[in-house]
């Protein structure tokens, strides 16, 4: 079980607390060498298991526990393989970056910035407990007073999500893409906005309905099931896997963590798809064949690039560019007010405002990095406040209460900040909106009363509408025994006088 440390068990967070800045500030003053790659895949890895420790002290399945295991293996997971590899298996992608000057540099703001994420998240989350399990004897203490109500909403969510997916990919080229079209896929969706939020939709209806329980949560699992089937065909590999991550968080939250044993036996086998996956994201399809055993270290150096953009970051503005003082961290409402004063500026495809689409036009499809989106507006101060900031807000969500709406909340609003790892930072402020938009609506469609009592444990075969028929009869039983007790104490007082 997800569980605190508690009892006899020794409590090694403050320890790693000391060991963890002590270590940060040793990287603050003495930079890790540039031109030894297992020089800088150790200082990144010892950072790494330190936030870690910190952070899983108090359960594995915790959100920022979460976001870190993420944020490692998409900042980290290239160096560390190629630390221990011959580089003469990396020969169908380009790694020469990795030899890059700005390599060193870059892993030194990584492991800054993951440091100020891994302390504000402890921070905000104080002393906040893994919250008891939600169950059906449970649900009328909540807010939701009918969670089938959050679990139809949840469903209709989900569904729009896959049903933009769908055209999507039917537009893109259709079934001809399931044999390895991902650029064919992203260069038909390019200026398809949608599609982003299709995604969202995926994830946030499917935390929703699983959250609900009952049907509602075996159809979420089964609809998100179908659907990273043919995301994974396709290429989408970040599709999957944010939405899987903040689905089960979730279900941890409501007493179903996953068991010890699915998790070793689930990751490697994650990663040996991950790693299927990556021969639709080279040119023609063509990647070097994995075997069994490197599938999985295939998988992280795969995953492992988001330190290239920091490196490429750090390179232009060793050249004297500016930085942008916080404008790629706001584009889309500005981008949105420009649009409803008739001053628009563009497509987005062509507005470099957008931290994604600047990398794209100079870099490639490298994807995004909240620690080369920080440095790129403000330095290693706009590291440390970007990444701080969001552990703030992922410390804030484990404070929510161990609710219906509290869970859901936890899932929905964590998404969007899962997604924005490997991605710029200028959506989420909208992705956040829609998230509590759809949370308002949960809240108001289900929290209708019901008068209607918590199914017992004890009875699992009793149907809903038999407790409810006999609540009436079984709050009127227990009057009789105190009535009774009044009529002796009566009698008494009588006998006395």
């Not at 008739?342 to 405002?353: E, I, K, N």
């Not at 998230?435 to 929290?447: C, H, P, Q, S, T």
Request: positive net charge.
């Amino acid at each position: 079980m997800d569980q605190p440390l508690t009892g006899d068990r020794l409590d090694l967070r403050p320890l790693s607390f000391v060991a963890l800045v002590g270590f940060a500030g040793f990287v603050l003053v003495v930079p890790p060498p540039s031109d030894d790659i297992p020089v800088n895949a150790v200082a990144f890895w010892l950072a790494w298991m330190l936030c870690l420790a910190l952070l899983a002290g108090r359960g594995l399945w915790r959100p920022s526990t979460a976001y870190l295991v993420l944020f490692g293996l998409f900042h980290g997971g290239l160096l560390l393989i190629a630390a221990v590899r011959d580089v003469d298996l990396f020969a169908d992608r380009d790694i020469a970056w990795l030899y890059h000057s700005r390599v060193a540099e870059a892993t030194r703001l990584v492991i800054l910035g993951m440091t100020a994420f891994a302390l504000c998240a402890e921070l905000a989350a104080g002393r906040a407990r893994r919250p008891a399990a939600t169950t059906p004897s449970t649900v009328a203490a909540g807010p939701l007073a009918d969670p089938r109500g959050s679990g139809i909403i949840g469903l209709v969510v989900e569904f729009t999500g896959i049903g933009i997916f769908t055209a999507s990919v039917l537009g893109a080229g259709g079934f001809g893409l399931l044999n390895g079209g991902y650029r064919d896929f992203l260069a038909a969706n390019e200026s398809n906005e949608l599609l982003g939020y299709g995604s969202l939709f995926i994830g946030m209806g499917a935390v929703i309905a699983i959250n609900s329980g009952g049907r509602a949560r075996v159809a979420g699992w089964l609809a998100f099931g179908a659907h990273a089937v043919v995301a994974f065909q396709v290429g989408g590999r970040g599709e999957v896997l944010f939405p899987l991550l903040a689905m089960l968080v979730v279900e941890a939250r409501r007493g179903r963590p996953l068991r010890p044993l699915w998790t070793v036996l689930g990751v490697p086998f994650v990663l040996v798809l991950i790693a299927l996956v990556r021969t639709t994201r080279l040119p023609d399809g063509i990647a070097a064949a994995s075997t069994l055993w490197s599938a999985p270290l295939d998988a992280v150096a795969e995953m492992g690039c988001s330190l290239r953009p920091t490196a490429e970051v750090l390179d232009w503005h060793a050249s004297g560019e500016p930085f942008r003082h916080g404008i790629t961290l706001i584009a889309v409402p500005v981008r949105l007010v420009e649009r409803l004063g008739g001053w628009h500026g563009g497509t987005a495809v062509l507005d470099d405002r957008l931290f994604n689409v600047e990398i794209m036009d100079r870099v490639g499809p490298v994807g995004g990095s909240p620690v080369a989106e920080g440095y790129h507006n403000g330095g290693l101060l706009g590291v440390v406040l970007l990444l701080g900031a969001i552990g703030l807000a992922v410390g804030w969500l484990e404070r929510r209460p161990a609710t219906l709406l509290g869970h859901s909340t936890v899932g929905v609003l964590l998404l969007p900040l899962l997604v924005q790892i490997r991605n710029s930072f200028a959506p989420v402020p909208a992705q956040l909106a829609v998230g509590v938009v759809l949370l308002l609506v949960v809240r108001e469609v289900a929290k209708r009363p019901r008068d209607r009592r918590p199914i017992s444990p004890a009875q699992p075969g009793r149907r809903e509408d038999e407790a409810q028929s006999a609540t009436p009869r079984e709050a009127a039983a227990p009057a009789r025994p105190a009535m009774a007790r009044a009529a002796v104490l009566g009698a008494g007082d009588r006998q006395t006088s």
